[in-house]
């Protein structure tokens, strides 16, 4: 039977969701917390990997099991045995053909900033820091441009070695809430480290050091060096992945 | 030279602000902080006490220096050797007289809620959980009712041998903020605990088990037996302390 986890974690802790050679990971914990429960040895597929650091509101993912404990129960026997930064939202069964990363037709993430000349003890676990003041209506303009369908190489990480570099954007929008500045976006997909450099270069659009054109020309001429530099880990939190026009 | 400070920490590794036998405290990092800078062994004086694990967003103290590091600059120096966690929001020169705790007039804090069968990952750091649902209206009602000056001995922990127990509310309610419900209260002093077994009888009154006419009736007893539990530290805030009309 296949099972659909609806996952929140916080990843400052964590080697990002999938598993490593060293160091602790998100799948790792989840897939150890299955074991526990249902005494087999498994393999947990999200709905894509998310790096070191990042956080997840709900991520999902899915696994198959011969375990005789309901689906819609899953989650509660295994937030029991899950440490207190990575709890499961929900359970249930899936399809067969359901595919946690492959089935997955939007994501949206979200990208906090806050401004200030050093780290604000009680912001600073969620969201990047950026030390001078920023133009969020020029961030927002920039961020309007990438919506549709766009070759986004030059928001590629250098070391990438993806061929397809064409996505869809949806939303992309910058505002102003409770303190923070947010970037947050909607896609079929992203591009390794995509979001951490587009807020990178949203940010120089805020500090006014790209223009609205400079943005244009960075996404024609496809290179990397003329985006901004890669924000942390830390200020990206996945929000929610779509499934066939309906949330799983 | 009297120095002022105002602060901001995340209270979760410490064991509150005064320094302890066993344990480190947001106090002995800022003396032992102080110490680096300008080389003098002294001692920093908070407006209050805060207890193992609540949080400060702008908490006041002073010390006295003979450094002659500019007082409007001591912050940067400060932040420069101090954890993640603390951080000196601004410094400036007080007046001989200023007290940080003596001087102070009203103090602010922020309960935080939320609701869950589990802890959520991304708000169990700042907020306590309660798991069933709450009426907020009635809370705030509830809460309504503590403003004005009042014997609080039914709020007061149960080890607590201080004799002066009638402080003055000058704001106490309750609302619903962002899947948060939040207590804000303003008074000129609070009870050890005080805030913390106030939440607790807010939760009870939330959940029906207490009735507005029960709360009368624990003020008027003034028996701690009749009051909520003690909620968890995590979901307390200082948010800010007021001296002579203006805040420092």
């Known amino acids: 039977m296949r099972i659909v986890l609806k996952i929140q974690y916080d990843g400052t802790n964590y080697c990002g969701w999938q598993i490593q050679p060293n160091g602790n990971t998100v799948q790792e914990e989840i897939e150890r917390a299955i074991e526990k429960i249902t005494g087999e040895k ?10 070191s650091g990042v956080h997840a509101l709900s991520q999902v993912a899915h696994f198959d099991t011969n375990s005789a404990i309901p689906p819609e129960k899953f989650y509660s026997a295994l937030n029991a ?3 207190n930064d990575i709890k ?17 037709k939007r994501k949206t993430y979200e990208y906090k900033i806050y401004i200030g000349e050093f780290p604000l003890p009680l912001k600073d676990r969620y969201a990047a820091r950026v030390v001078t003041a920023l133009d969020v209506k020029k961030m927002d303009e920039a961020a309007k441009m990438l919506v549709g369908k766009h070759d986004f190489k030059c928001f590629l990480a250098a070391n990438s070695s993806v061929k397809d570099t064409v996505r869809e954007i949806y939303r992309s929008s910058v505002a102003e809430k409770d303190g923070y500045i947010i970037y947050t ?5 992203f591009l390794y ?9 949203l940010v120089k659009v805020g500090q006014g050091k790209f223009s609205l054109s400079e943005v244009d020309e960075m996404l024609v001429a496809k290179s990397r060096a003329l985006a901004g530099a890669t924000m942390p880990a830390k200020g990206l939190t996945l929000i929610s992945v779509e499934y066939e026009n309906k949330e799983k």
Chains 1, 2 share one sequence.
Request: charged share 15%; hydrophobic share 40%; proline share 2%.
């Open 42 to 51: 498994c393999s947990v597929t999200a709905s894509g990997r998310t790096d």
């Open 81 to 83: 045995v899950l440490p």
């Open 88 to 104: 499961i939202l929900s359970s249930g069964e899936a399809d067969e053909n359901f595919h946690a990363r492959f089935s997955a």
């Open 185 to 189: 976006v909607t896609g079929n997909g």
């Open 193 to 201: 480290n995509m979001i951490r450099i587009i807020a990178g270069t």
